[in-house]
């Protein structure tokens, strides 16, 4: 029986749509996989280097495991932002003659083969064959191989447990994060040392291989728990996270001062915030504002300009390129109703453009720290935001206009190719070329403050000229309606 | 009000409509019949420049639909859930139609009294998303949207479907009267033969993307159209 439930889900896997994508969307995809997949394995077998670089006076080993509670810990408050619960798609089998506790552990272990719990491995299984074999034979190595994969599952199986009891509660996981932020406060500090413990914890497990039983006993345990929780609602209603919570009509009073433009910006905000996809996608742009410490860190980039013009770029326009790669097919399970309606194009257009300019200008502000990190900094990141907005935001608008596919706005973002079209890499070519082909004649002249200027003056031009630029959008929208909602009709 | 001439929607392998000529008069209530596949929705979607016609133009009121904007300003329309904005509640959603056309929120309310008996108690402060609501409560809140402006043209498809009995009744007697007191002009698809010759003066059957028959409703008319069904 169990092999019957794996082929349907095989088969449901294959047939959906997310699947059946172009060639070249799946080959654009497959060099992102490869490539992230190089930098994990690469991590791996280079960590003995790295790690004796840091802490030269004690061995690798002892430093990696002095990292891995801390790991796990992280691992847990990033899959509540980003793990989706296994989808259970035991409905159509709950009412054939199948038993259910079968059914049951069907889903649990369903849930293990995920890219949550096997990523990871492309670290350690390199890192053990270079650093723990050597020193602790390959028996002693594996079992340390073994506690990590089932310390990972411990953690999916409590995100299942916890997520089908709480629902994605943020505050919930703020408070995770800020425990977690506040333990490596704690141990930066010297109070009280997580990393110690680690150490201390994952060096007896080298010493006394059977202490596995202690990560072992747990994964029963947290296993055994969703277990009896579902085998006591194996009710559709109470596995399926549906809460109808009482909820309130609210009318954003400021925007009506925009008239008919400012309803539909409002309609979008209650969009983004009444889904799941669009609301994940907002607070994945929050963290990547920290994208920028990465580079601005690194003396490398911070001495040269274009890896710091494609990162001011990025940074304040991470969430119009997240958000904006959608439109319109964020909306397109109401496209219908959209063009049925006394709305025209130039003003759907404009709402958009709207709705894209205060994000830019909010970003940038909250980028304004990185202002540490040079004046050259924030003057790139200021000539971004203007390029950003008078620019980039109608390349999005042009671009996006290509994609033609219904968007399901009730799955989270976070590796969700649902809707995802090969306009979207395209779109970034000129977005994050563009500046940077801008600035370099005056690189090659040797006045790279001009060539800052001269990205801020292409925007300022966008932004003189947006009114014209729209209406041309607006009408090669109009020209694609046709396309576009056909596309999205199409379940 | 609404002219059609030799509009042609085709698919590479397929004609799904063909309509020489079809004009409806301001004040008409057409019924449109057929069974699936006669080319019903595809041809409201042209009407509502939804579905591009491969030859042939739609007129309302003398203007071609295609690509402008003058109609949806006396057309209200709901053909299916596209047609809803699910996230709103209620409320919202007609408070956000309301806006479009200008009303305010007295006349939203004025307007939707005649829909009392129609939703039950089931609509209205809910709390609840559209999305939330069963099939035939969804369908309800889309036909109130499409009528709330007091459009001059109102287009439904298969408004009948997945309402219970009563709501049926109540929907029956809702759109006649909507048609005596303000004149509207109504193009109706249905699958239920007898409300349909019920609500409209004039039916029309669809077969295989062609007009087929075209009659002014009378005693009749409901007899005629079971014989025509009946295979």
């Known amino acids: ?152 599952f411990i953690n999916n199986f409590i995100l299942i447990y916890f997520k089908r009891q709480l629902t994605s509660n943020p505050k919930l996981t703020l408070l995770l994060a800020l425990l ?13 040392s997580l990393r110690q413990a680690s150490t201390v914890a994952f060096g007896a497990l080298l010493q006394q291989p059977w202490l596995v039983l202690v990560p072992l006993l747990g994964m029963v345990g947290v296993y055994l728990l969703n277990y009896r929780f579902l085998i006591n609602h194996l009710y559709p209603e109470e596995i399926y996270i549906k809460k109808v919570s009482a909820v309130e009509g609210s009318d954003m009073a400021f925007l009506n001062k925009f008239g008919d433009t400012g309803k539909l910006i409002a309609l979008e905000l209650k969009l983004i915030w009444r889904h799941k996809r669009p609301k994940s996608m907002v607070m994945i742009s929050a963290f990547l504002l920290f994208y920028g410490l990465i580079f601005y860190t690194n003396k490398v980039y911070l001495e040269g300009w274009g890896m710091l013009i494609f990162v001011g770029i990025f940074v304040t326009g991470s969430p119009m390129f997240n958000y904006g790669q959608f439109v319109p097919a964020w909306q397109s399970a109401h496209f219908d109703a959209l063009l049925t309606r006394p709305i025209s194009m130039n003003q759907y257009v404009k709402a958009k453009y709207l709705m894209f300019v205060p994000s830019i200008l909010l970003v940038t502000f909250l980028t304004l720290p990185y202002a540490f ?28 206009a290509l994609n033609k596919e219904r968007l399901d706005l009730s799955n989270g973002s976070a590796f969700n190719w649902q809707g995802v079209g090969a306009s979207k ?10 500046p940077v082909a801008i600035f370099l004649p005056f690189s090659i002249m040797d006045i790279p403050q001009w060539g800052i200027f001269a990205i801020a003056f292409t925007g300022a031009l966008g932004i003189a000229f947006h009114r014209q630029l729209l209406q041309m959008l607006a009408k090669r929208l109009e020209d694609r309606k046709y396309t576009l909602a056909a596309g999205f009709r199409q379940h | 009000m609404i002219e059609v001439k030799d509009l042609v929607k085709a698919y590479s392998d397929a004609t799904v409509v063909d309509i020489r000529a079809l004009h409806v008069a301001p004040g008409e209530t057409v019924g449109l019949v057929g069974n699936n596949g006669a080319g019903k929705t595809t041809l409201f979607r042209m009407l509502l420049d939804l579905v591009r016609p491969t030859t042939g133009v739609v007129t309302s009121k003398d203007i071609p639909v295609a690509h402008t904007d003058a109609w949806k300003h006396y057309t209200g329309s709901h053909l299916d859930e596209g047609f809803l904005i699910d996230y709103l509640t209620p409320e919202e959603y007609f408070k956000f139609i309301g806006d479009l056309h200008g009303l305010s929120a007295g006349d ?59 709501s049926q009744i109540r929907l029956k ?4 009267s909507l048609h005596e007191q303000f004149g509207m ?47």
């Open chain 2, 185 to 231: 002009t109504m193009l109706i698809s249905s699958h239920d033969l007898s409300h349909v010759t019920e609500v409209c003066d004039r039916i029309v059957i669809l077969e295989k993307g062609k007009i087929v028959q075209d009659m002014q409703t009378t005693e009749g008319t409901l007899q005629a159209l079971e014989a025509y069904f009946t295979v």
């Open chain 2, 108 to 166: 939203i309310q004025e307007r939707l009294q005649p829909f009392h008996d129609l939703f039950n108690g089931e609509i209205l402060r809910q709390r609840k998303y559209i999305r939330d609501f069963s099939k035939g409560n969804q369908k309800k809140v889309g036909i109130a949207a499409a009528a709330l402006s007091h459009p001059e043209l109102l287009i439904l498809d298969e408004p009948f479907a997945n309402l219970d009995p009563s």
């Open chain 1, 1 to 152: 029986m169990f092999g019957t439930l794996l082929s349907l889900q095989a088969k449901q896997a294959r047939r959906s749509p997310a699947y059946q994508k172009s060639l070249v969307v799946n080959i654009i995809l497959g060099f992102f996989i490869v490539y992230f997949a190089l930098i994990f394995i690469a991590l791996g077998v280079f960590g003995d280097k790295i790690l004796a670089e840091f802490y030269p006076d004690q061995s690798p080993v002892v430093s990696f495991n002095s990292f891995l509670l801390f790991y796990f810990l992280i691992d847990l408050v990033s899959r509540f932002m980003l793990q989706d619960l296994p989808v259970l798609a035991i409905q159509p089998f709950l009412h054939l003659p199948l038993k259910r506790n079968k059914l049951v552990h069907f889903v649990l272990l369903r849930s293990i083969p995920s890219v949550f719990n096997l990523l990871m491995l492309l670290v350690f299984v390199p890192f053990m064959i270079r650093s723990v074999v050597p020193v602790h034979g390959i028996g002693i190595a594996l079992v340390w191989l073994a506690s990590l994969l089932l310390l990972t």
């Open chain 1, 373 to 400: 990190f040079g004046t050259k900094v924030l003057l790139i990141n200021l000539a971004s935001c203007v390029f950003n907005i008078g620019v980039n935001s109608l390349v999005v608008l042009y671009f996006a």
């Open chain 1, 180 to 192: 977690v932020g506040g333990l490596m406060l704690l141990d930066y500090l010297q109070l009280l």
């Open chain 2, 173 to 176: 007697n809702l759109l006649r």
């Open chain 1, 425 to 434: 890499f395209v779109m970034m070519l000129p977005m994050v070329l563009g």
